[in-house]
């Protein structure tokens, strides 16, 4: 069974920085594809950045500079660096793992930035 818990989120003031972590059971976080997404309210939801397995990284252009997705093997965890937050980064934050032919989800995290 497949699990991935995401932690890190919160209030912080336009400027600030937070680290979302991805913790996952079930599947291995080095041999799949791994991305966050974010679903700000009344929007679907959007790619925010993903990692594939042999390490190439795409990132949406409106957090380019700003955001880093990487990960940790040995604890099996994938982070999301996010530095320079702006108000529109506001949105849950969602992990997601791509584990050939099923696509799971986390529960989200609630990211706000104030302005």
């Known amino acids: 069974q497949v699990q991935l818990v995401e932690s890190g989120g919160g209030l912080v003031q336009a400027g600030g920085s937070l680290r979302l972590s991805c913790s996952a059971s079930?599947?291995?976080?080095?041999?799949?594809?791994m991305g966050w997404y974010r679903q700000a309210p009344g929007k679907v939801r959007e790619l925010v950045a993903r990692l594939d397995s042999s390490g190439p990284t795409n990132y949406a252009d409106s957090v380019k500079g700003r955001f880093t997705i990487s990960r940790d093997n040995a604890k099996n965890t994938v982070y999301l660096q996010m530095n320079s937050l702006k108000p529109e980064d506001t949105a849950v934050y969602y992990c997601?793992?791509?584990?050939?032919?099923?696509?799971?989800w986390g529960q989200g995290t609630q990211v706000t930035v104030s302005s």
């Open positions: 079930g599947v291995i976080v080095s041999t799949n594809l």
């Open positions: 997601y793992a791509y584990n050939y032919p099923r696509h799971y």
